[in-house]
Structures are given as C-alpha cells and as structure tokens.
C-alpha cells in the first residue's frame, strides 16, 4: 500500500512549467509548503494513509485556545468518523465547527552520517473541515458498526446488540476529506557528499505496529474461544 501511495505522489509532478510542484490541492490551508516534493492530494493516495492508522489528533478550540486529543477513528469513504460520549469535549466542541484531524505513521529511523541529517520515514495526513454530527438513527448504526468492524473486521456479528441507550450515549462526527493532503517521506539517509567517505553507519531501522497473541478476559466463560477473526491479527492466544 505504501508503494502505490509513493507512486501516486510521484505522479502528481504535472503542472506545466513548475516542474517538482505536486497537484494543487482542493484548500489552500492544506497545501504543503516545505519539501513539496513529498505531497499528495489526490484521494487514493490519503486513503492508503488513513487505512493503516488507528488514531487521529484531533485540534479544537477550547475557550479561545487550541486543545489536541488523540482519537481512534475510522475512514469511512470520502471522510472519517469519530466518537465519544456526546460530552466528551471533542464531541461537543467540534460538532458544526471547524476542526483539524492529523494522522502520522512512522515507518523507520533515517540514521545518517550526521546529526542534521537524521530523519523519520513517515507517512502523514492532514484534514481540515467541518466536524458534521450524525443524528439519523440508521446513519449513526451504520457508523458504530463501521466503527467495531475498523478494530476487527466481523466483530459485530459476534456481540449482542446495541441498546438505545448505548447508542444515545454515543456521540458520533463525520469530518469530509475533500480538504486534505498527504506527506511523505521514504528511503534512506541524505548525506553531504563528503560524509559518505567517513567510516560511519549509515541507514534505515524499520518501525512498524504489530498486533500481538489475544489476551483472555478473566471473565470469560469457560467454554468461550478466541474467534478466528481476532487470532488473525495477531499471534496464539496467550492467558
């Protein structure tokens, strides 16, 4: 998924006569100003991003001063979906305003010949818009469903169903990605090219999020078994 996201940036040097400039983007305060070359705009290329990220540091404002909270989320199509309890500040905060979401991934440490040239492999969005709360009943199922399913693809099917209560104390946003932008960086270190003659190590180490073996609840019940769709993200099931 990466390499399509790397090929789509590479594919956006189009614009006739600015030769190393990505696409313009949908907003302007989106736009990436430094290192241009490692931006997209395009849809596939933040879709790659937000599939393979967990959580999302959501920036509101909080009697006139910027407040950031970490957020598990979900895309779901052109936007993002995120939840609390309806008093969570986010969640009361965001609704009809304007709100910034960003996700990073990091994907290894660039060690270089130099301390100034050290660097992160990484892939990040940005999203800007305006947090849409969902009130429809059908539309806000669908989005807890969507939500479960995000942590473990056919979860819902195995828990009982949600109340209406639970579904009242449940706060949902829906942020649209039509304002966006994707930066990136892959590969290894950028020395000056007299560095490369020092008897130095130069180079990438990976990093990356593995699940790990399911941990029981001590509360299970006695015949109750880890099911496949959880064993598949991780290892054995451990106690």
Partial sequence: MYQTMKANVSEQYEEPGEPGEPATPA??????????????????SVHAVLDDALVAHVGTVRDGAPVVIPMFFVRDGDSILL???????????????????????????VLARSAFHHSLNYRSVVIIGEAE???????????LERIVEAMVPGRQRDLRPTTAKEA????VLRLSLAR???????????DDEADYALPIWAGVVPVGTVAGAPIDDLRNL???EVPANVTALGGAPGA
Avoid: F, M, W
Avoid at 83 to 105: D, E, K, N, S
């Fill in 27 to 44: 907003s302007d305060d989106v736009r990436v100003r430094r290192a241009t070359e490692r931006a997209a705009y395009d849809a596939e």
């Fill in 83 to 109: 939840h609390g309890a309806p008093a969570t500040g986010v969640i009361r905060r965001g609704a009809g305003t304007q709100v910034c979401a960003t996700v990073t991934l990091v994907d290894g440490l």
């Fill in 133 to 143: 709360p969902v009130t429809d009943p059908d539309e806000k199922a669908a989005a």
């Fill in 168 to 171: 009242a104390g449940t706060g």
């Fill in 180 to 190: 966006s932008s994707v930066k990136a960086r892959s590969g290894g270190p950028n």
């Fill in 222 to 224: 006695p015949d109750v």
